[in-house]
């Protein structure tokens, strides 16, 4: 374009157009960088300093235009060609004509019906209920993995393939990834239908859904056409040509694959297949349109357990996108929907405000479901009500066995009474779990010894299997149920091989890395070894089905069921296995704490938490015994705990804090990059006595769960930091902290970077640090305190004694700002360091400094 459609003081234009063009930078930073840097604009510190990981793309984006009109007209007029050129290319993309045939249109029209009707109902209410998908789907948050401030909470379905959040432009593969039961198959279910329905994803003319349980069990090889015809909708003419329409129009199709995670191969990129008319095995097929190398263009959105996806994979993605279940209000809405009965809804959603774990418990969708199923169990349990996982699917199980017979009231011995199905169903589930077996043939009910009566309690649902629909194939109503039956299985079956448990909790046969599951297989008896168990390296998500199960089994030999359990087995048995679950729980974390390092000189002694740390931890939790905590953790002897990046939500705090406040000397206590939210906050009270500082960057918190903590840490000696950099806090919650450091005179850090503060916030701050002696580190960087601000707390800090650092960087402070602060640093006998940079102090702030400067003893460095 030669440069003539840019206007003549191109440096000019970044300021006046600087809004739009940040939102059209915000997402190929990386493009015009390399512009910058091949026309010899940009060094490559340029880019680094642009591309600094704490900036959001909006962030970056600004701090791109800076630089390059500080670096003149040359450069600028480079980023406005490249950012013209990148619009001239989307619009051509969108302008694009395409003409299908009538056999294409009939296809379409085919291939949509059939994709409403498998997505209409969600198979957890099949057989109980006639909601729809319509009538139940609640939004839940779906986050991009990456940081990216420009959204704003969660991400709308349309998002997950449109541009927001685009990491690599080359790539077609979104990955929605999220711990089971998050809600990913009712995703793509929501998905599909919106498109089957015309509704949403308009942009796509066919769509393609695909699991990957199903894919398991097609052992043929195909070609793309095959798979796509056989798999999910076969054209009644002219195959040849419809496939070429796809062919020649691969922007105008979409591919979800469900539930990578259980795949029974890894992601591998070993084997190149890139003819989508040459057949090969179906991972194969999978992989390389996963990968590009098939099908180019073709976008595809895959879900997984997070195990699932390693760095082979994450090189080849889009984007990325982490489901993290319901919110707060998610929760509300669900309830309300499941319920008909407005009234049975409100008294469901009092229980769970009364009952705090178990509200942390329904992030996860699935539990939220069981929750609102069991409403009646909930409602009438009084005190009694579920605190753990396992209590909650007890009470599913209870609720199902009287589902089938609702005449009799349940007795205390229910279990008893249903032990054979309990048995039947938690053998299939076992060794569906070891063998990563999710679909269940006859043969393999009939081996496990499942009985019609055995399908009819609801547990097991009919599979719906497109590519075999000739034989009658089933499946648990949902993983994390067959993970229950299966510790169902190991906890009453008294022929249970004795070193079961051991190898289920990894300390007995196992490799460094995880458990193998095909080690653990050889628990069964001789008779019912499965003939399939799975060859090589244990995957990391039978590690996780086995997580689960282990989770389950802890919950199960609880104390608080041992009744419960003697009514089916032995108590000699029982006590065995409950004393071999708290020994395998001891043994794990004591094998933990002795992998910590020794502290460099200096440094305090930290703990990195290994993957497996939460794990047990929630484990410890499931069993609900004190002693045990307690025990454990008197072992434990370190001064900073770090659980950073860990996925760790309410429920692990619930779990955390019912551990952790059994330490014997106070911790730092590190959370930062967490979904903790203020529900996790509630839960983590317990533990706050033994915590010296609590780290909670970008965790979702807002005021409503500061007012709760500081309630309560106000009390506690030991806590004396806080770091709360990137949540969602506002003016509404300074009056607390202001409370905090009146209260507390041996505070020492208070982190607030990032928040939503302005002037009348920095007041309040100033009111509680003009009564404070203690506070060394006040950090208020990226909120918009301003001149008002600076002022308000210059004024508050005039006479004290014990601030080292201040920073108010990027906060909107001009010269009268600065002004007042150059007072403290005349007067302040303690403060070091003062950071002031990204404001809008000029000259005259800066005389101003420079004038205190010579009369300070104390600062060091004024930034
Ligand atoms: P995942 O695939 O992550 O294991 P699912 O999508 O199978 O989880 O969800 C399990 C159950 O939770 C569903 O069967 C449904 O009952 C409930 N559920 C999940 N997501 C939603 C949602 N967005 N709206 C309503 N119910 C949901």
Redesign the pocket.
């Known amino acids: 374009r030669g440069g003539q459609d840019l206007p003549l003081h191109t440096t000019q234009t970044l300021l006046t157009e600087r809004p739009g063009l940040v939102s059209k930078l915000r997402g190929c930073i990386d493009g015009a960088l390399h512009v910058l840097v091949e026309s010899g604009s940009f060094t490559s510190t340029d880019c680094d300093e642009v591309q600094l990981p704490i900036f959001t793309p909006s962030q970056q984006a600004r701090h791109l235009l800076d630089h390059v009109r500080s670096k003149g007209e040359a450069a600028a007029r480079v980023l406005l060609q490249y950012i013209l050129q990148n619009q001239e290319h989307a619009s051509h993309l969108n302008q694009e004509t395409w003409t299908p045939t009538e056999d294409c249109f009939k296809y379409k029209k085919k291939l949509s019906s059939s994709v409403a009707v498998q997505s209409c109902f969600?198979?957890?209410?099949g057989g109980t209920s006639n909601m729809t998908l319509d009538d139940?789907?609640?939004?839940?948050q779906l986050e991009l993995a990456h940081d990216c401030a420009d959204v704003l909470g969660s991400l709308s379905l349309e998002d997950l393939v449109g541009i927001v959040g685009t990491l690599n432009e080359d790539a077609d593969t979104v990955l929605v990834s999220?711990?089971?039961?998050?809600?990913?198959?009712?995703?793509l279910?929501?998905l599909h239908l919106l498109w089957a329905q015309g509704a949403a994803l308009q942009d796509f003319f066919l769509l393609f859904p695909f699991s990957c349980r199903r894919l398991n069990s097609e052992h043929r090889e195909l070609s793309v056409q095959e798979l796509l015809f056989h798999h999910c909708c076969w054209p009644d003419r002219e195959q040849d040509q419809i496939f070429q329409f796809i062919l020649d129009h691969p922007h105008l199709i979409l591919f979800t694959f469900?539930?990578l995670d259980e795949l029974k191969q890894n992601f591998s990129d070993e084997h190149r297949h890139c003819c989508p008319t040459q057949r090969a095995p179906v991972p194969i097929l999978l992989f390389n349109l996963l990968q590009g190398s098939l099908m180019k263009g073709v976008r595809k959105v895959v879900?997984s357990r997070p195990e699932a996806v390693g760095p082979a994979l994450k090189k080849y993605l889009r984007k990325e996108v982490h489901?993290k279940g319901f919110s707060p209000s998610g929760i509300d809405c669900?309830v309300r929907k499941h319920h008909s009965d407005p009234a049975v809804a409100a008294r469901v959603l009092e229980s769970l405000q009364t009952n705090t774990a178990l509200l942390g418990l329904c992030h996860t969708?699935?539990l939220?479901?069981i929750v609102s199923q069991c409403h009646k169990e909930l409602l009438g349990c009084g005190e009694g009500s579920p605190q753990t996982i396992t209590d909650v699917y007890l009470m599913i199980l209870q609720h199902f066995f009287q589902h089938q017979n609702p005449q009799k009231t349940l007795r205390i011995g229910w279990m008893q009474e249903h032990l054979n199905t309990a048995l039947h169903l938690g053998l299939l589930a076992f060794k569906g779990i070891g063998n990563s077996c999710y679909i269940f043939s006859d043969t393999d009910l009939q081996t496990c010894g499942v009985t019609e009566e055995d399908i009819c309690m609801g547990f097991l649902i009919h599979s719906k299997d497109i590519s075999s629909n000739s034989c009658k194939r089933l499946e648990f109503l949902?993983?994390?149920m067959q993970c229950f039956f299966a510790a169902l299985y190991i906890v009453l079956n008294s022929a249970m091989d004795r070193s079961a448990i051991a190898k289920l909790f990894g300390l007995q046969g196992m490799s460094q890395t995880g458990m193998s599951s095909t080690c653990f297989m050889a628990c069964l008896p001789s008779t019912v070894q499965p003939e399939l168990a799975l060859e090589g390296e244990a995957i990391a998500v039978e590690t996780a089905n086995l997580q689960i199960t282990a989770t389950f089994v802890s919950g199960l030999l609880s104390q608080r069921y041992r009744g419960l359990l003697l009514h089916c087995c032995s108590s000699s048995t029982i006590d065995r296995k409950i004393r071999q679950v708290a020994r395998c729980l001891s043994k794990r974390m004591q094998k933990h704490f002795k992998s910590i390092s020794q502290p460099v000189e200096g440094e305090k002694k930290s703990m990195h938490a290994m993957p497996a740390f939460v794990w047990l931890i929630k484990c410890i939790y499931e069993m609900q015994e004190s002693r045990l905590a307690q025990d454990i953790m008197s072992k434990l002897d370190v001064q900073h705990l770090k659980l950073t990046y860990c996925n760790i939500g309410p429920v692990e705090c619930t779990a955390l804090a019912y551990v952790l406040q059994h330490l014997k000397s106070p911790v730092g206590l590190q959370l930062d990059y967490n979904s903790v939210g203020d529900v996790g906050v509630e839960q983590l009270l317990p533990c706050m006595h033994v915590c010296n500082s609590l780290y909670l960057r970008n965790n979702n918190i807002s005021d409503e769960g500061i007012c709760k903590l500081i309630a309560k840490v106000i009390h506690c000696d030991n806590f004396q930091k806080i770091a709360l950099f990137n949540n969602k806090l506002t003016d509404a919650c300074t009056q607390h902290f202001s409370r905090l450091l009146k209260t507390k005179q041996n505070f020492l850090a208070l982190r607030l970077g990032n928040n939503n503060i302005t002037a009348e916030g920095a007041k309040q701050l100033a009111e509680g640090l003009q009564c404070n002696q203690s506070l060394q580190y006040l950090g208020l960087w990226g909120n918009k305190i301003g001149d008002t601000g600076a002022e308000a707390l210059a004024r508050a800090l005039m006479g004290n004694k014990s601030l080292l650092w201040l920073s108010l960087v990027e906060n909107g402070v001009g010269n009268a700002g600065a002004c007042a602060l150059a007072d403290i640093v005349k007067n302040s006998t303690t403060l070091e360091e003062l950071c002031l940079t990204k404001n809008y102090i000029t000259r005259t702030g800066v005389e101003c400094l420079i004038q205190a400067l010579k009369h300070n003893t104390h600062v060091k460095s004024v930034w």
Request: charged fraction near 15%.
């Open positions: 969600l198979s957890t209410y139940i789907y609640t939004e839940s999220g711990e089971a039961g998050c809600g990913k198959s009712t995703l279910q929501r469900d539930g879900t489901l669900f969708p699935v939220c479901w949902h993983v994390t």
